[in-house]
């Protein structure tokens, strides 16, 4: 049998599940803003692991994502503790904005401090509340506004755990990415909390590929730590790719950009990815591919300025990789829905 599990000044116990409110601070208006925590405390005794979302306030996709995981039928039947927070930022969320209203990036002030900025105390209450109480963690992000990411998994290089995890995850695309100062992904594996990092979609977006393959990652993260049993976890489709490095193609010059490749398309080194011309169609340049690789992000506004990055390609070590991914792309656009046609976005 599980133990119960305190969070805040709650306690939930095995077999139980949760919302917990933790007070973050006051708004000008005297509006208290909390971080709500779900909990889901299995009968089964087993690992800890908290998903978390919207850290940067317009990267919505991660709140619907979790919004689905908490409904999917398997994590009815736990083991162990899951911590879903699907706002983390709800200054931001609030206000359609990455930041936090004093312009802070949350993901670069962690670990935080109990007496500092605002932005200093949430990072704080975020690691002391939900970090320090898990063994792994899954952070949920997209790309910015006007930009759009293939799902892919990044892992921090030489970390054999997150390595497996992420194969276990199955995104189309893995990624090598250093951890940057002050981010919560260095902060907590610096506290031996191993972090997935799930990137996918748009900010301020939703999108269906991208939620779909990022709940079914979930649950096979969890079905491989034992957290949960097969049954109702939807198996890989199509071949991921590992990538260890990945560059950006840049606009040549300003004007209005027509993009030739998607998200998701195999590229090689020469191809035109994208026209840009002026007002006129007078002048008209190419974005060409430095690389041979896959689309994993890219701009969605046509309106662009000489220097801009406009494609984003994640380079495998052998092209055959890249392109029998890309290939695969199909099979996990085609993966099974998991809930009913009314939950459909």
Known sequence: MNTAFEIGTER??????????????VMSDHTPVTLSAHVVNGRRP???????????????????????????????????????????NAYGFLNHSRYLPDRRDLNRCFPGHSEGSLAARLAHLFMKEIVMRCDI?????????????????????????????????????????????????????????????????????????AARAGVAGILRVMEQLGMIAGKGVPRA???????????????????LLRTLKASGDYIEAGDVLGIIS?????????????????????TNLPVVNEGDAVFHIAIPKRAVHAEAAAQGMGEHLEAAALFDEDEII
């Open 12 to 25: 939930i116990l095995p077999g139980d599940r949760r919302t917990v409110d933790l007070p973050v601070s």
């Open 46 to 88: 087993g690992p800890v692991m908290f998903v978390s979302a919207a850290i940067h306030g317009d990267e919505v996709i991660g709140a619907e994502i979790v919004r689905r995981l908490l409904r999917a039928a398997p994590v009815q039947r736990l083991a162990g503790t899951l911590i879903a927070v699907p706002i983390v």
């Open 137 to 209: 963690g899954i952070d949920l992000h997209s790309a910015a506004v006007g930009r759009t990411n293939l799902p892919q998994i990044r892992l921090t290089p030489g970390n054999d755990r997150l390595r497996a995890l992420g194969e276990a995850f199955a995104a189309p695309v893995t990624m090598l990415s250093k951890v940057r100062e002050g981010s919560l992904r260095g902060e907590a594996e610096a506290r031996g909390v191993d972090l997935l990092l799930y990137e996918a979609g748009e900010g301020l977006r939703f999108d269906e590929f």
């Open 237 to 255: 489709r199509g071949a991921p790719v590992f990538c260890e490095r990945s560059t950006w193609s840049r606009a040549p010059t300003g004007g």
């Open 278 to 298: 002026d007002p006129f169609g007078e002048v008209e340049a190419e974005v060409l591919a430095q690389d041979t690789g896959i689309v994993v992000g890219r």
